[in-house]
């Protein structure tokens, strides 16, 4: 995606979510979450690679450890996964910016460290992860939930999770709202979002 000469990670998401009318449509072949499709082959080159910048291993060597990186998220006091976005995207004016030796995408930059500490309830603080991880049932048996809903894209499955699609029912206690976080590599291997929404055949 170099030739289209996007910088980083929200330029990226901003291409994706069609704000760059300046740039051909996104081909639907190609993930908006390259991360989740492309797994470790990704991680070799990350962002930089991805987008043709070469930056992201040096920011990649700067990052804190995570053990350092836990002590500052866990003092904003943030409640959930979209608290952070939000958070990261600028938005709570309430609390100090995001420093740059600490990634956006803590699943992705620490990967197996992040899932195995608690994921986003040890990153964030709130100690409900593991309590989760507990109940949320096997990939299997959530897809079984998800594809009846006819979500066609990740914007789509986030709007769900985020409560604004009023057509749909609630989203079970039991069915994680990040599977590619919570199920890992069997998320990736089973198709990614595509496997994950049902959409593997769609045209």
């Known amino acids: 995606m170099g030739h289209f000469k996007l910088k980083s990670f ?7 979510r069609k704000e ?25 080159g990350g962002w930089g690679r991805w987008l043709g910048t070469n930056t992201v291993a040096t920011r990649r060597r700067k990052y804190m450890l995570y ?17 952070w976005l939000a958070f990261c995207r600028g938005e709570r004016t309430d609390l100090p910016g995001r420093p ?9 930059f620490y990967g197996k460290e992040f899932r195995e500490r608690g994921g986003w309830g040890a990153w964030l603080g709130t100690g ?3 309590n989760q991880k507990r109940i949320f049932s096997t990939y299997d048996e959530a897809v079984k939930v998800v594809h009846p809903l006819k979500l066609k894209t990740q914007r789509e499955w986030h709007d769900y999770i985020r409560g ?4 749909l029912p609630p989203r079970p206690g039991n069915i994680p709202s990040n599977p590619y976080s919570h199920y890992g590599d069997e998320f990736r291997e089973k198709g990614g979002w595509r496997g994950w929404l049902g959409t593997q055949d769609a045209p």
Not at 30 to 44: C, N
Not at 100 to 108: K, L, S, T
């Open 100 to 108: 740059d030796d600490i990634p956006m995408n803590p699943y992705e």
């Open 10 to 16: 929200a330029e990226w998401r901003a291409y994706c």
């Open 164 to 167: 604004d699609r009023e057509d």
């Open 20 to 44: 760059r009318k300046e740039l051909p449509t996104k081909p639907n072949d190609v993930p908006a979450q390259p991360y989740a499709t492309y797994g470790e082959e990704f991680m070799r």
């Open 128 to 130: 409900n992860i593991a």
């Open 67 to 83: 053990d350092d990186a836990l002590k500052f998220v866990q003092s904003l006091k943030l409640n959930n996964h979209l608290e």
